[in-house]
Nanobody
Framework: QVQLVESGGGSVQAGGSLRLSCVAS????????MGWYRQVPGKQRELVAR???????NYADSVKGRFTISRENAKNTEYLQMNSLKPEDTAVYYC???????????????WGQGTQVTVSS
């Protein structure tokens, strides 16, 4: 069974930095895209950053120039380096990965449990 486990959330003052990590474990023949979403109460989950297996990235306009997504394919791990954090970045952050099944016939979406990031002014 595939699991995604996040770590690295917490509380920080505005202008500070945090680094989130997400490790995928289980039967994983291959991973295509990986990424991070965030959600605040009463709002829809929104894409923060995404990275393909080849390393191409895209970011939400609100985090461009401040956040950096990366991955280590050999470790089935992705990271989100968050700098110059703002109070409006406060949310629960979820990692996701699109992972092939063992027969390599389809790709399924998997999600982490979420990690709280709180930025105080």
């Amino acid at each position: 069974q595939v699991q995604l486990v996040e770590s690295g959330g917490g509380s920080v003052q505005a202008g500070g930095s945090l680094r989130l990590s997400c490790v995928a474990s289980g039967s994983i023949p291959g991973i295509t895209a990986m990424g991070w979403y965030r959600q605040v109460p009463g709002k829809q989950r929104e894409l923060v950053a995404r990275i393909t297996s080849g390393g191409s990235t895209n970011y939400a306009d609100s985090v461009k120039g401040r956040f950096t997504i990366s991955r280590e394919n050999a470790k089935n791990t992705e990271y989100l380096q968050m700098n110059s954090l703002k109070p409006e970045d406060t949310a629960v952050y979820y990692c996701y990965a699109q992972i092939f099944n063992t027969a390599w016939t389809r790709v399924d979406d998997y999600w982490g449990q979420g990690t709280q990031v709180t930025v105080s002014s």
